[in-house]
């Protein structure tokens, strides 16, 4: 942890970042190290606060538009009319990014104002539940990333040379697969009554959402960085995706998979939307159509549905009152529908439809694609996180119409 003093000249130099200034109370703090004191919860829950209030703009900042908010920083968007349909069309050009100190300057804002804000909902859980390890290691590496981009930030502020690829590195190294040990230990917590289901899945919405925010943010900068992206790409945004060539690949993977498991794939079919191009990305909808195609699959094989292709869908509209393009997948399958006593849970956290000798070798096992990208295989969050995922991009929607007995149609919609 920065030594405390440290700490409040990183604050004190900070307030033109912050847009105000900050006062602390002198008095409050000494030359020691913060865990030295007997009351270190308190005091480090003082400072976390103090820089969220900052980072945060008063606390106004809305949680679902951040990434939104964020990423227009690095492009220009430009809307012209399409002379071969003769509809408007918006496009989305890279920035010049040659000097990118003021995109570092929002970038470590931003990762600030996401580890304090997930640093204060770690405290507010039950002393006892924080100690369990696999939470308290959660907690700690959140710490550590805090701690290491104040440092970050102190050498912005004095126009020293910082490593800022290498932060955003280490912060994702620190933080990744965080969700299963998580689990493990919230799911202790519940057997031994700490906590219950419906607080675990309040305190696990809110984890998702800001720490995929805080790897996006932090993939996204640092492939700027890095300058080793491809050329058609703006950080880890595609301004033109092929969203059929993905949904293509996406379902080679899957089958693939399945094989290996069922001994049996099945075929999609692309009824319309087979040249749409659209900007956003890659890695966010790769997720959620492999999530969907996965359960799509699965649901067939086990109803025996081999030859009956699951039906594509892509359309792209442009939206005059915005002034956007909005695109829209729907997926059809014919895997019998999802039982109406589950229909209302399907997403809930920590529901699966699993059988429960998958689930107790979930946790090491990736069984399918689309769970093992996130290493959360069986354990019921694959719904729980498109949710989570949808709701970050502009103006997502995510439903499922279920028809019990034949099959399901889901429909994801969301703006550039």
């Known amino acids: ?79 012209y009319l399409d002379s071969k349909t003769n509809k408007y069309n918006v496009t989305y050009n890279k920035k010049s990014l040659d000097n990118t100190k003021e995109l570092d300057i929002i970038t470590v804002n931003n990762v600030l104002f996401l580890l304090s804000k997930r640093i204060l909902e770690f405290q507010e859980l039950k002393m006892i539940i924080l100690m369990n390890f696999n939470i308290f290691e959660n907690y700690n590496n959140l710490i550590r990333s805090f701690s290491n981009t104040l440092n970050v930030l102190n050498k912005i502020n004095n126009n020293q040379n910082y490593d800022l690829k290498g932060l955003l590195d280490n912060i994702l190294e620190l933080n990744s697969d965080n969700l299963i040990d998580l689990s493990k230990g919230l799911i202790k917590c519940e057997e031994d009554k700490w906590i219950n289901k419906e607080e675990i899945n309040s305190f696990l919405n809110n984890d998702i959402k800001e720490m995929i925010l805080l790897k996006l943010v932090c993939q996204h900068h640092a492939s700027i960085l890095s300058k080793k992206g491809s050329d058609d790409m703006i950080g880890i945004i595609h301004p033109n995706l092929n969203v059929a060539n993905l949904i293509t690949h996406t379902t080679e993977f899957i089958n693939d ?23 956003c990305v890659p890695i966010i909808l790769e997720y959620i159509i492999t999530e969907l195609l996965k359960n799509s699959i699965k649901a067939q ?71 093992q990208i996130n290493n959360v295989s069986g354990m019921g969050y694959g719904l729980g996180i498109i949710r989570n995922l949808i709701d970050l991009i502009n103006d997502g929607n995510f439903r499922l119409c279920n028809l019990n007995g034949y099959g399901v149609d889901c429909y994801i919609r969301f703006k550039a």
């Open 257 to 279: 998979m399945c094989f290996i498991k069922y001994d049996h794939t099945v075929p999609i079919q692309i009824l319309k939307g087979e040249d749409i191009e659209f900007p």
């Open 1 to 79: 942890m920065l030594h405390t003093v440290a700490m409040l000249n990183i604050l004190c130099r900070s307030k033109g970042l912050f847009r105000t200034s900050l006062k602390f109370n002198s008095r409050f703090y000494s030359g020691k190290n913060i865990y030295e004191y007997e009351d270190t919860r308190i005091k480090c829950h003082h400072l976390v606060k103090y820089i969220y209030d900052y980072t945060s703009n008063n606390n106004t900042l809305d949680i679902n538009k951040l990434w939104l908010d964020y990423s227009n920083n690095y492009f220009i968007k430009e809307k």
């Open 301 to 371: 094989i086990e109803n025996k549905q081999y030859e009956k292709p699951i039906e594509v869908t892509i359309l792209k509209n442009y939206n005059e009152a915005d002034n956007n393009m909005e695109l829209e997948i729907r997926i059809r399958d014919f895997g019998n529908g999802i039982p109406f006593n589950i229909e209302d849970k399907i997403l809930d956290f920590n529901f699966s439809t699993t059988a429960s000798k998958e689930l107790n070798k979930a946790m090491q096992d990736n069984i399918m694609p689309g769970e």
